[in-house]
């Protein structure tokens, strides 16, 4: 059977699978009421435990609306931390931690000596020329110490869009995800984030002493937009996988264990402007999936199923609304997760279109593609969804979410309602 017909034949079976979520069925999830302030347009979310109470504690990036590169402030500059106190009680870190302008993206990973979890921003615009922005954490101090990276002289050029007089409106690199992890095998955690104005790929390798050696770039066409890392082959050497958001491709990487990544394949994702991309065993078959979501009027997620190394012959097509050619849902950040802890991953999704969080409910029973997802829908009183993290935030044993909203500028949850 030609690998075109597999796509079509898998699109329409999921088309007919999520429109029969069953309006009896118990929802995984329930609104908290209480939700927390922080800084300006928080387009990014990510959780830890920070300060060793074991609650996750909740950070997000204040981007603020990006303006023109050329402009004394082209965007906000901070990240709010929120510290756990009791489950779903925070207490705001005062005062912010500042970034170089429109931090974008997160991670909380342990970078230095200490054993506690870092926060590591990468920043879109180079205004004052940071970005990244790191914060050691010296817990038993209370306090987060900011290490500041900045970008190279002789950087590739920019790529994307330019003013009515021809001028670049962003800057390079215009760093837009990243993801933290050991590359070269050298027990220091490495950092990788996409370029989105240049089209290039930026590796940070670790340094005992200052956290990250220089940056290097290579590049990847496309406008790369998202970025996970994960084991592709057979070797220990963690490799990459890239949503290219002008071209609508995913880009896999191979890396070689020192630090070095190579092209090794890229196709189309079945949608326009891929913003999300993570990597889970969806069907439980063993090998891994890529998750895609895009921002277009398809609205619509694609599960990649692994096949071989590099190679993901066959997708599901999962359309979120009615239509394919009217904006309902604008899909913005994605988690896939097993949520109900029956051995499947689900998948949820901040929408701000909608405005909500979608839930994709996996409710298969064997490793058969296409899996079975039962759609369910959440809306929150304020606020438009931008971000989304999930962790056990109250001890129950299961994940729960952590939305990061716009317009109100707040953080609310969606409380797991398995016990």
């Given at each position: 059977m030609p690998v075109s017909f597999l796509y079509r034949l898998i699109s329409l079976s999921l088309i007919m699978s999520t429109a029969i979520a069953a309006q009896g069925s118990a929802r995984l999830f329930s609104v908290h009421p209480r939700s927390f302030q922080v800084g300006s347009h928080p387009c990014a979310i990510a959780l830890a435990d920070l300060n060793g109470d074991g609650i996750p504690d909740i950070v997000t990036a204040d981007r603020g609306e990006l303006h023109d590169s050329r402009e004394e402030r082209p965007a906000n500059d901070e990240l709010s931390v929120l510290l756990s106190d009791t489950p779903f009680n925070y207490i705001r870190r005062h005062p912010s931690l500042k970034t170089g302008f429109a931090p974008y993206a997160l991670a909380l990973a342990n970078v230095d000596s200490l054993k506690w979890p870092d926060i590591i921003s990468v920043n879109f615009h180079t205004g004052r020329n940071k970005i990244v922005s790191v914060f050691l954490n010296f817990k038993d101090e209370g306090i987060f110490k900011?290490?500041?990276?900045?970008?190279?002289?002789?950087?590739?050029?920019?790529?994307?869009?330019?003013?009515?007089?021809g001028e670049p409106l962003y800057t390079t690199p215009g760093l837009t995800s990243l993801v933290v992890a050991d590359f070269n095998h050298d027990g220091l955690r490495d950092l990788a984030a996409t370029g989105w104005s240049n089209d290039t790929i930026m590796i940070m390798t670790g340094h005992a002493d200052d956290v990250f050696n220089d940056p290097v770039f290579f590049p990847l066409a496309g406008a790369p937009r998202a970025i996970c890392c994960a084991h592709l082959d057979e070797d220990d050497h963690y490799d990459l996988i890239v949503a290219l958001y002008a071209t609508s491709e995913i880009a896999l990487l191979q890396g070689n264990g020192k630090g070095d990544f190579i092209e090794k394949n890229r196709f189309n994702s079945r949608g326009k402007l891929p913003v999300t991309v993570n990597y889970k065993d969806v069907n439980g078959d063993g090998k891994g999936d890529i998750i895609v979501g895009h921002a277009e009027a398809g609205d619509n997620l694609v599960i990649f199923y692994g096949d071989r190394p590099y190679n993901f012959s066959v997708a599901q097509d999962i359309p979120l609304g009615k239509t394919r050619d009217i904006l309902e849902y604008g899909i913005k950040d994605a988690v896939a997760a097993d949520f109900n802890d029956n051995g499947a991953v689900d998948i949820a999704v901040a929408c701000h279109a909608l405005p909500g969080v979608v839930v994709l409910v996996n409710e298969s029973d064997s490793t058969a593609i296409p899996q079975k997802f039962r759609q369910e829908e959440y809306s929150f009183k304020e606020g438009i969804p931008l971000s989304l993290a999930a962790?056990?935030?109250?001890?129950?044993?299961?994940?729960?979410?952590?939305?990061?909203?716009?317009t109100s500028n707040t953080v609310g949850f969606l409380k797991n309602n398995k016990q």
């Open positions: 900011p290490v500041e990276f900045k970008a190279p002289d002789n950087i590739a050029p920019y790529e994307r869009h330019h003013d009515g007089a962790a056990d935030l109250d001890g129950s044993g299961y994940p729960d979410l952590a939305v990061s909203m716009g």
